[in-house]
């Protein structure tokens, strides 16, 4: 369902005290601007079969988040190709395609617009989504006065609307409260049991054991270890213990 093959992600970082465009370009003409080039992926490569649930894991910096935006068609890579095979619903920042002036209920439908819905399809859902998210007489609030909670809670409920092919998960089952937190693990378990490709990042690695199959393991940038879930847990556990 997903090939990656010997992506690289470069960028150019710039240590001058540069303060508006108009200096930047100055110092550009002049050739006197300095960089260095981070490499945030450097030749990562890995497959995903079809119904697999993998993880990724790594420290902070490791490139986990940057791999997930470049399948995502977020990040054009610097080097390297990605396939992908079927319709990909990404959850990595959520709620990054609401409108603040809205209301939640103006929001289920820009952002199913976003994500790809027919408005037909979300008139349909729409009662799904709003007792999924449990904000009741709130759904007809503008979403500036809601609380993060609320607003992830939304749009999980958008964003997990449909069972699609390939579902790209960023650290998103700390949405909400121990209780909602739950419902959402339920419902990530009932898209992976329908046969659902996940591509999953988490901190806790009691979420990677429960959740994957397998699991790629991140190190500034490279891929360090490809495996079964337990064995590749196990030997990042001790790694981290021995740092």
């Not at 006197?32 to 902070?60: P, T």
């Not at 349909?124 to 759904?139: A, Q």
Request: hydrophobic share 40%.
């Amino acid at each position: 369902m997903i090939k990656v093959e010997n992506v690289c992600m470069t960028y150019k970082m710039s240590y001058d005290n540069i303060k508006s465009i108009k200096e930047y370009l100055m110092t550009f003409m002049k050739g006197k601007l300095k960089y260095e080039k981070f490499h945030a992926l450097n030749n990562v490569s890995f497959e995903i079969k079809k119904g697999e649930v993998v993880g990724i894991i790594g420290h902070n910096g490791a490139g986990k988040s940057t791999v997930l935006k470049v399948i995502s068609g977020i990040l054009k890579p610097t080097k390297g190709n990605v396939r992908i095979n079927g319709n990909i619903v990404p959850m990595l920042e959520l709620g990054s395609g609401f409108d603040h002036d809205l209301t939640g209920r103006e929001n289920i439908f820009l952002n199913g617009a976003i994500l790809g819905y027919s408005k037909e399809f979300l008139l349909e859902k729409y009662d799904e989504i709003v007792e999924f998210s449990e904000l009741g007489k709130f759904i007809d609030v503008p979403i500036r006065n809601y609380s993060s909670g609320m607003l992830m809670r939304l749009a999980f409920s958008v964003a997990t609307v449909v069972n699609p092919e390939v579902l790209i998960v960023d650290e998103i089952l700390s949405v909400g409260d121990a209780n909602f937190q739950e419902k959402s693990k339920k419902r990530m378990l009932e898209l992976m049991s329908g046969g659902t490709t996940v591509l999953f990042v988490s901190h806790s690695l009691q979420q990677i054991r429960e959740m994957c199959s397998k699991v790629v393991w991140l190190d500034h940038g490279e891929v360090k270890m490809i495996g079964k879930t337990k064995e590749i847990c196990d030997q990042y556990e001790d790694y981290i213990l021995n740092q």
